[in-house]
């Protein structure tokens, strides 16, 4: 027999192992990003991470933070989130082997590198940065 964590006084259930997660409605959180299709979030975050980053003031300048490396914050940040999104995107109903772990962080890093290189086009009037693309890297190998 399953020793309760607690007994709800409202409803006189007995909360336990098996019904916490229900309880908590952990699991309808869980059927709800499940319902949300396959590379959706990160086809979001992907266009999000692509205007941010080639479009030339794509936030106004009083808005963001001024101290030296919250540019790299951001990157890593930014690449992080993307390389744990596409992981999570194609692991969802199949198991995720290292080889797909290690083309999906592979994919991360060229999207970075590619975005660098882009950076350097004159008429985007943007820079490319070898430590925007050190700090890319550094988000994916974080994920």
Known sequence: MAEPYLILSHSKKVLNRNNFLNFCNFG????????IPRWWLSGVVFVAIVYLTLTPNPLPPDVLPDFDGFDKLCHFAMFGVLASLLVWDYSRGRRLSWRAAVMLICVSMAIGGVIELLQGIPELNRSCDIYDFVANVAGVRWC
């Open 28 to 35: 309808s959180m869980k059927r709800m990003l499940l319902k």
